[in-house]
Structures are given as C-alpha cells and as structure tokens.
C-alpha cells in the first residue's frame, strides 16, 4: 500500500502542488482517517514510512511536512470534498486524479492514484 504526499516544484502548470500520490490499496484508509477525523477531530495513519496526523479545524485546509510525517490541517467541508473524491477513485477502479483547492504549501492539492505511487 501507498499513501505519498509531498511538495512537487511547478507540477501543476508551472505553480508548485502538493502531489498526494497513492495505489488503489491506499484510498480506503486514508479515506477512513478522514472520516475518523470528520467525527471525532482528529485521527492517524501510520503507511508507507509516514505517520499522517488528520486534524479538522475552522477555515484550515494546508499540509504540513517535517520529518517523517503529515500533518492534515482542513475544516469539516474540505475533508468532506476530499472524502467525496475518495469515495468517487474508489468506485472507478485505476489510474486517474481529482483537484482540491488548498491555502499552504501550495494553492492546489492533487490526489493522484495509481499515476505516480
């Protein structure tokens, strides 16, 4: 299983991305962290060498990188747009990538699966 995030230097048209890169086997948990988090503030995934910390809160919507680890800042709707999109890759299997408008590191999320994991 993968689930890969990361800054990717002028991925998208030329402007910086957070390039959100994982295999079809990564969607589900990922997307179950979410979910945790939607309901209950805040979860964790441990996957691919990398602890992904999820934390809803007001207005936010940025990843954090230092090492080793995630850090997930976004409101309720944001991870609810991301778990739509989630829900959307999971139910038309291989390769394929949605957008998400996000505030920091980079204006724009792309969660990619099975295209760059």
């Not at 139910?91 to 204006?107: C, K, L, M, R």
């Amino acid at each position: 299983m993968t689930v890969r995030p990361g800054l990717a230097p002028k991925f998208y048209f030329g402007r910086d991305a957070v390039l959100f890169a994982m295999d079809n086997a990564g969607v589900n948990p990922f997307r179950a962290a979410l979910t945790q988090a939607q309901q209950q503030g805040s979860s964790r995934l441990d996957v691919d060498e990398m602890t992904h910390q999820v934390l809803v809160e007001p207005g936010a919507a940025e990843v954090q990188f230092q090492d080793g680890k995630a850090v997930w800042r976004i409101d309720h709707a944001k991870a609810a747009e991301i778990i739509e999109l989630l829900t959307d890759i999971s139910q038309h299997p291989g390769a394929g990538h949605h957008y998400v408008d996000i505030s920091a590191p980079a204006a724009t999320l792309v969660i990619s699966v099975d295209e760059y994991a």
